[in-house]
């Protein structure tokens, strides 16, 4: 019943930005923690970023630190990635997550998966 809805993906030149947006429902979404991961043809899926229930703690993978930023606006059941300073290597499919329990360590943990949408950086 949980649905995650990914929006805002697209083309862009390196150097660019974009922001993602993933609605949930049939949650209470203040309740869990959040997540975004990235997956590239042939390549495992990779956590890059979480936000806590209240958005009072993030984490983010080294490969998108400084660049990309995670939030949350529990009023409105949606986690937003902004994605600054964009490289090839940052091509791949996003998707929304939302995690089982305390833990975020990765995908082990996530009880539901948003449909993804495509992020290609060119050069």
């Known amino acids: 019943q949980v649905q995650l809805v990914e929006s805002g993906g697209g083309l862009v030149q390196a150097g660019g930005s974009l922001r993602l947006s993933c609605i949930a429902s049939?949650?209470?979404?203040?309740?869990?923690?959040m997540g975004w991961f990235r997956q590239a043809p042939g390549a495992e899926r990779e956590n890059v970023a979480n936000?806590?229930?209240?958005?009072?703690?993030?984490d983010y993978a080294t490969s998108v630190k400084g660049r990309y930023t995670i939030s949350r606006d529990n009023a409105k059941n949606t986690v937003y990635l902004q994605m600054n300073s964009l490289k090839p290597e940052d091509t791949a499919v996003y998707y929304c997550?939302?995690?089982?329990?305390?833990?975020?360590?990765?995908?082990?943990?996530?009880?539901?998966w948003g449909q993804g949408t495509q992020v290609t950086v060119s050069s």
């Open positions: 049939g949650l209470t979404f203040s309740s869990y923690h």
């Open positions: 936000i806590s229930w209240s958005g009072a703690s993030t």
């Open positions: 997550a939302v995690y089982r329990g305390a833990y975020w360590t990765g995908s082990s943990e996530v009880a539901s």
